[in-house]
């Protein structure tokens, strides 16, 4: 009986243990098309470890802003996902993994179903630079789009952009390859599409970042994620995503017009030698 007692003793002690040293990351996914992605790639990153870690996800409606607000002080969220640039870089921790290898760079447009010709007539980046583009206000491709000379229409909402492409606000809004199937799909009372024979190119990281205060947390999480590029999970996750796969053939990217544009907010430690880390389409079949 004595002996019972005490391997249950030992059984439970062992399992407090183990939740006492498990660190919970706290995230938010509210209003956000790629958060399944980020959190699924979270995942994979911290099956390569042996640190014992907890996702704990919540749904409270804040902006982009906010969240990565959140992250550098402290406060209620442990990390964020988006896109990259040396400013964002410089107030909080990158873990310099691009989530999407690079795919968020190839920039495909939504535009109001009824406005196709307006961009059949388009042949040169300066005629594509007469056009206006809906971007949210904190996100890098902003910048980018505003430092090679287009005019941007910006709002903290990112719902609110494909009411405003619908109405008129501006001519397109440019998303990921992978992104505007589903967004539309999601919003069948809108007249919009996407369009038919563009796309913008240009080196856009997507990470997940961490307060400066917590780099343990992001060694440990670019730890599991090189182990998994090793192996080649990473990949195997990309392609098989539903967020990726059939997308790159629904976009038809190889029969694209493309504008190569310069990305000057890149930080100087972007990993652009690390050829395993982007995806380039000039691979396809």
Not at 5 to 27: G, H, N, P, S
Not at 92 to 120: E, M, S, T
Request: overall charge negative; aromatic content about 10%.
């Amino acid at each position: 009986m004595i002996r019972r007692v005490c391997c249950l003793f030992l059984i439970t002690l062992i399992c407090t243990t183990a939740t006492a040293d498990e660190q919970v990351i706290r995230v938010n996914n509210f209003s956000d098309p790629n958060a399944a992605y980020a959190i699924n790639m979270l995942r994979l990153a911290l099956s390569h470890i042996d640190k014992p870690y907890r996702i704990d996800i919540s749904t409270n409606d804040m902006t982009q802003a906010r969240v990565n607000e959140e992250v550098r002080i402290g406060g209620n969220l442990d990390l964020a996902w988006t896109s990259s640039d040396a400013r964002m870089e410089a107030t909080v921790l990158p873990i310099r993994i691009p989530l999407f290898k690079g795919l968020l760079g190839y920039r495909i447009l939504i535009i109001n179903k009824h406005d196709q010709a307006k961009f059949d007539r388009v042949n040169t980046l300066e005629d594509l630079k007469q056009l206006t583009f809906g971007q949210g206000r904190t996100w890098a491709d902003t910048n980018i789009l505003e430092s090679n000379g287009f005019t941007v229409i910006k709002t903290n909402k990112y719902p609110s952009l494909f009411h405003m492409v619908e109405g008129g606000r501006f001519d397109a809004f440019p998303r990921g390859v992978h992104e505007p199937f589903g967004e539309l799909a999601q919003r069948p009372e809108l007249e919009l599409a996407v369009e038919k024979n563009l796309m913008l190119a240009y080196k856009m990281p997507f990470y997940l970042f961490v307060s400066k205060n917590n780099p343990g947390l992001a060694n440990d999480i670019e730890t599991g994620f090189n182990h998994a590029i090793a192996n080649g999970s990473f990949d195997e996750a990309f392609m098989n995503a539903p967020e990726v796969k059939d997308v790159i053939e629904k976009a038809n990217m190889k029969n694209r017009k493309v504008f190569y544009i310069d990305n000057p907010t890149l930080s100087p430690e972007t990993p652009l030698d690390r050829a395993e880390l982007w995806f380039d389409p000039k691979d396809l079949p």
